[in-house]
């Protein structure tokens, strides 16, 4: 057996030139049995590795299978004749999990654990050296490879660009010797080609070398690329990586493509006259046992004060069930609650439903509102620990969609906080856990259309002006193959120019390659020891926030749980409206205890009266809410979930439309089908309904409908959905469906790969646009004053929430700035009502710390501009934007006055003689006789220093010339 130890991918960002998948993949092909990804100072690739060598056993396994039940493909060959060379179809190579270790104080090491304990090792050598550094940085020194060497087996690196040098095999012969001694028996010296017609001498040396060092020889040959015909990107990586053109490489472009991953024959004959250096490798595979399943994750047991998880978790849900329902549960209620808690222990899942209560009342202990969504608006338990508003009475959702002992999936919960004090809810979660116990997953940053074409255009030398005349077709060329050389000469470029073809060709392999490491939005690990003895840790961008290295996709594939603590807009502006409610109308109010099923509310969204409410807000909703007619919470769950890609692109909304309108009738493909499909007229959805058809319509087995739930994960990063499609039409006409029902709802199912909505995420947002609806409807003012103390959310700009406002009946008073606060607030309007009082929040570049300022010193009111100056000690340029705001409308100025009078004060602050009032005895200017503004002017001036105004619509003014007719 042979193998391969050092293989660099693509993240060891910008130098790697091929998949971690796509390694796996060519030694499944080659027949390598073994391999190992080794990036630099990373181990962020490996977990796509492992999953990708998961997927060639079970494909390699059915293929077995079918062999044996049906034999061989092909005519029979005949006694006598030879075998014809053939790819190895059985092979299914191992992963060994790697790291390359590149040393500040040291010659480059490959690092390998022998067991859990060396990967426990290597994890917190990484986690080191990333913490101190700056993000997408290491910092590694000899002695953190001395402190963390258990259960670690070492390949050294010698040079391979020459026999000797700096970082050669006599620049390291201290350290090397000092390792050799420190590592007996648990390192060897790589023998790596250099193909540069020196590799004989190369080779020679290198076992002189380590015949002095004592260290048996291992051969590799590093590779960078799994296939020769990736060295053009490879270059181009390079280039990119060190900001010049490819021309301009020089010796960093790879002088020829022979760095690519090799077959077994390949390194036979590579390191003829060295078979001990390849029998090594097969030593080393034996000593290397540990595998990535053998990773056993061990969440927080969150026992506290003498309660096993299960006891607490059963005691806080019943006292939730007495907190939800004051006058008793149902029967119903109490049988779902009692079947949860037994799955839930079954499952050992307890100590999650625990975190995230935990975390949720530590929210609400804050007052900061929030609210459950995904998969946990299906449990009673979630519903009664407070993680979620939605009652699972509402809809017809099952708990085994959110945990099945079947799929044995780890469960996923996503709770949505504000979006203002998320923050608080992160940093708590760090103090309970420890930085040690608790980080947040990554996201991987891949490259995508306008990144491709701009990065790969410069680094093959183009123009700006040709990579900004490439980007601006980027849809023309994603999307419409075979159009390329049209679209070319659409933007006046020659598609026969050489150089132009080989960069888009370029720029079509590099997309989907990853670019660096970012943050997720909020998925947080945490677990019972040492969260980096089980991944690396690094610090992120954001100050106080720590990361791993896996991103979700990878944490789901090993089955380690975690925690989406997200942000949300509308919630700040629920909770603000909530609170003004109670302030000004002395009625307190949370998601729960809103009225339920106004008419007044559905009346309201029937007429597209829905500017700022939350999902139903845009054009595509307004036009779509008239024709719907919600009349109940249900109808605002499919409103929620229909206008998406996936029904779209399906042509799922008009058949619904007129269905539920009676001008169809409704029917169902099966009986089968008819009970996926009842609630919904006979028309899926619902991410959940697509599954359904898949598992009951097309006779998915439920591993391949969860591999279909997979891909449409992933879809935007890999686009695998449509591998399905021969599967899925296949087995839907073999259940007696029709093709083009079939052929609907897969298009449904690709649809849900860019964006589609299950039934229990659909129902959660669905409660936010009846609250958020519920106070627009009842409370006007106060749901435009949140919105704007909220901003920047949604789809709507001051200006048009203002005018809605206005519309609704709502006084909308200016900044004023002896009335004015920083927020937008309620005051009363004189005639028993309430009026909305513009805030400084209002005015561009105003900080909120001179809005505090202004307001502190206000005492009983300013009585001109230099008195702001004088008591707030706001410095000239604060003045100049609060006149072009017209903020001193108040005290007899216009808006020109104002402004005159703010820039004849130049000084930061005044002198220590003129300070106080003067009695009288200053100098007194003559007034200056400023023109009149123009009501244009006014209307110009407001938006430029408001982006709004209370004056006239813009349009206004130019009505008479739009319509000169209208006169008459």
């Known amino acids: 057996m042979v193998a391969e130890f050092c293989i660099t991918s693509n993240f060891t960002f910008l130098r790697g030139a091929s998949h971690p998948e796509e390694y796996m993949r060519r030694a499944a092909m080659v027949g390598l049995e073994a391999v190992a990804i080794a990036d630099v100072n990373s181990v962020a690739g490996i977990v796509r590795a492992h999953t990708e060598a998961r997927e060639i056993a079970r494909k390699v396994s059915e293929r077995q299978r079918f062999d044996e039940l049906t034999g061989l493909i092909g005519p029979p060959r005949l006694d006598g004749m030879v075998s014809p060379e053939s790819a190895s179809i059985y092979t299914v190579p191992r992963l060994i999990p790697a790291a390359r270790l590149v040393l500040c104080d040291g010659p480059p090491v490959t690092v390998l654990p022998e067991t859990r304990r060396g990967w426990a090792s290597l994890c917190r050598m990484l986690s080191k050296g990333r913490l101190r550094a700056e993000k997408g940085k290491c910092i590694l020194n000899l002695t953190d490879l001395l402190d963390h060497c258990d259960g670690l087996q070492l390949i050294l690196h010698p040079s391979t660009q020459g026999l000797s040098g700096p970082c050669g095999a006599s620049g390291w012969a201290p350290f090397m010797t000092r390792l050799a001694r420190r590592f007996a028996g648990r390192m060897q010296m790589g023998l790596t080609p250099g193909y540069d017609g020196e590799d004989n001498a190369r080779f020679a040396a290198r076992t002189l070398e380590a015949e002095r060092l004592g260290l048996p020889l291992i051969a590799t040959t590093a590779p960078m690329m799994h296939q020769g015909r990736r060295r053009r990107l490879a270059d181009v990586l390079s280039a990119i990586r060190l900001g010049v053109q490819v021309d301009a490489l020089g010796r960093e472009a790879l002088a020829n493509a022979e760095q690519r991953l090799r077959s077994v024959e390949e390194m036979m004959r590579l390191f003829s006259g060295y078979e001990a250096a390849l029998a090594r490798t097969e030593w080393l595979v034996k000593q290397c046992n540990f595998s990535l399943d053998d990773l056993h994750y061990e969440y927080p047991s969150e026992v506290a004060k003498g309660e096993t998880a299960a006891e607490r978790l059963r005691r806080l849900a019943y006292k939730g069930l007495r907190w939800r329902y004051p006058y008793g549960a149902s029967e119903k209620v109490r049988g779902m609650l009692e079947h949860e808690l037994a799955l839930i222990s079954k499952l050992n899942y307890e100590p999650y439903f625990l975190t995230v209560r935990d975390v949720v009342n530590f929210a609400r202990s804050q007052n900061i509102l929030c609210q459950g969504r995904g998969s946990a608006a299906n449990s009673v338990v979630c519903f009664c620990l407070g993680v ?108 026969r120019d050489h150089r132009l073809q080989q960069t888009m060709e370029l720029v079509y392999e590099i997309v989907g390659f990853p670019r660096h490491l970012s943050q997720h939005v909020g998925g947080f690990i945490m677990t019972e020891g040492r969260l980096d003895e089980l991944v690396p840790i690094e610090n992120a961008t954001m100050e106080d926030r720590t990361v791993i290295c896996w991103d979700k996709d990878d944490i789901d594939s090993l089955g380690i749980l975690k925690v989406d603590v997200l942000s949300l807009g509308m919630l700040t502006c629920i909770r603000k409206a909530f609170d003004m409610v ?19 509310v559905y009346d309201m969204l029937c007429k597209a009266d829905s500017i700022g409410v939350f999902q139903v807000e845009s054009r595509a909703q307004m036009n779509f809410l008239p024709r719907m007619k919600p009349r109940n919470f249900y109808d605002l769950v499919i409103e929620v979930a229909i206008i998406r890609p996936g029904p779209i692109q399906g042509d799922m909304v008009h058949p619904y439309i007129r269905r539920r309108n009676g001008e169809e009738q409704v029917t169902f493909p099966s009986d089968a089908l008819g009970e996926v499909l009842g609630k919904t007229l006979g028309v899926p959805l619902f991410q959940e309904q697509a599954m359904q058809i898949a598992i009951i319509g097309a006779g998915f087995s439920p591993e391949e409908a969860d591999r279909l739930r997979r891909s449409l994960a992933t879809f935007k990063k890999h686009g695998n959905v449509s591998e399905f499609y021969d599967r899925f039409m296949r087995g839907m006409r073999a259940n007696g469906y029709d093709n083009d029902f079939a052929a609907r709802c897969f298009s449904q199912i690709e649809g849900f790969g860019s964006y589609g909505f299950p039934e229990s995420h659909a129902a959660s947002f669905a409660l936010l646009v009846y609250a958020s609806a519920w106070i627009k409807c009842h409370h006007p003012g106060i749901f435009a004053c949140a919105l704007l103390n909220s901003q920047p959310m949604g789809f709507y700009a001051p200006a048009q929430i203002v005018r809605d406002a206005r519309e609704h009946g709502v006084e909308v008073r200016p900044v004023d700035i002896n009335e004015s606060y920083w927020d937008n607030v309620m005051e009363p309007d004189g005639c028993g009502g309430l009026a909305l009082r513009l805030g400084f929040r209002q005015v561009r570049r105003l900080r909120e710390d001179d809005a505090a300022w202004i307001t502190a010193a206000r005492g009983n009111g300013y009585l001109t501009v230099e008195d702001v100056w004088r008591r707030a000690g706001l410095p000239p340029h604060v003045l100049t934007r609060l006149a072009e705001a017209d903020a001193f409308a108040s005290l007899g100025l216009a808006r020109r006055e104002a402004l005159w009078e703010a820039k004849a004060i130049t000084a930061e602050k005044p002198l220590p003689l003129f300070a106080g009032d003067m009695d009288g005895e200053g100098i007194i200017e003559p007034a200056a006789l400023l023109p009149d503004m123009t009501i244009g002017e006014q209307v110009v001036e407001d938006y430029v220093a408001m982006r709004l105004t209370l004056r006239q619509h813009p349009v206004a003014l130019l009505r008479h010339l739009l319509t000169p007719n209208a006169s008459n």
């Open 582 to 600: 109670e302030q000004h109308h002395n009625q307190f109010l949370t998601l729960a205890s809103l009225p339920p099923e106004d008419s007044k």
């Open 388 to 495: 979620t508003s939605v009652s699972p009475e509402i809809g017809t959702m099952v708990f085994e969609r959110f945990i099945s002992e079947a799929r044995n999936e780890p469960p996923d919960i996503d709770v949505d906080f504000e979006h203002e004090r998320r923050e608080e809810v992160i940093q708590h979660i760090y103090e309970r856990y420890g930085r040690h116990r608790a980080g947040l997953c990554a996201t991987v940053v891949h490259y995508r259309g306008k990144r491709a074409i701009r990065e790969v255009g410069r680094a093959m030398g183009l123009t700006e002006d040709t990579i900004s005349a490439l980007s601006s077709q980027l849809w023309g060329f994603f999307s419409a193959t075979g159009l390329e050389d049209e679209r070319m000469r659409e933007i006046g470029l020659d598609s």
